[in-house]
């Protein structure tokens, strides 16, 4: 069974560094989303790509995150410079275009912990 | 925009009882609720989900209801088993929004044998 891919699984880092996440959704699958979720808490989403474009960052802080998806597959999420509140779990999911659009199937997340 | 609260955020029950797990919604306009299920240091996986034009649907054991007046749905698990202990979120999803979820804070299912 396809399931999404994340890389890396582990991100520590020092505040004020740069990092960046990777995913590779399910083959096919034209939507993109990057969530950010908190110990205890429920994914928010930052970022939607629709193919290669943004449809939805309007929770994504921009001053210092950014994220691609350049050829409408992969993506990538950057944080730079990293504060130590960025601290969470950031999940990638996908979902089709089709009639399912609205079931998503998330990635195993990377665990970024910043010091 | 949406504000989805769940309840209770932790909930113990004995292997063989029900749970249930409740959530609100604020906008009228939602029309797709899925429940997640995420075992310790794993993804988010669907479980089960429901559109705004069934009042409820089963699987298994398994069953999740939605009251649209009310604008709150539930997530039911009969006959539980010590497998079933994770944690469990609840999202709404706005048509048109191709599929953007806005989540619960999530609840701590813990089945004792």
């Known amino acids: 069974e396809a399931e999404v891919a994340q890389s890396p699984r582990y991100k520590i880092t020092e505040k004020s560094q740069a990092v960046a996440f990777w995913c590779d959704p399910i083959s096919g699958h034209a939507t993109l989303y990057w969530y950010r979720q908190i110990l205890g808490q429920g994914p928010e989403l930052l970022v939607q790509?629709?193919?290669?474009?943004?449809?939805?960052d309007s929770q994504l802080p921009k001053d210092r995150f950014s994220a691609e998806r350049l050829k409408g597959v992969d993506s990538t999420l950057k944080i730079q410079p990293a504060e130590l509140g960025d601290s969470a779990m950031y999940l990638c999911?996908?979902?089709?275009?089709?009639?399912?659009?609205?079931?998503?199937?998330f990635g195993p997340g990377t665990r970024l912990t910043v010091t | 925009g949406e504000n989805v609260e769940q309840h209770p955020s932790t909930l113990s029950v004995q292997e063989g009882d029900s749970a249930v797990i409740k959530c609100t919604y604020s906008?009228?306009?939602?029309?797709?609720f899925p429940w997640y299920k995420q075992e310790l240091g794993k993804r988010p996986q669907l479980i089960i989900d429901i559109r705004s034009n069934v009042g409820e649907k089963k699987d298994q054991r398994i069953a999740v209801t939605l009251n649209k007046t009310a604008k709150h749905f539930s997530l039911h698990i009969t006959e539980t088993q010590p497998e079933d202990s994770a944690v469990y979120f609840c999202?709404?999803?706005?048509?048109?929004?191709?599929?953007?979820?806005?989540f619960g804070d999530g609840t701590t299912l813990t089945v004792k044998p």
């Open positions: 999202a709404a999803s706005m048509e048109g929004n191709a599929g953007k979820s806005t």
């Open positions: 790509f629709q193919d290669e474009s943004v449809v939805d």
């Open positions: 999911a996908s979902s089709s275009s089709g009639t399912n659009f609205y079931e998503q199937y």
């Open positions: 906008d009228s306009a939602s029309n797709y």
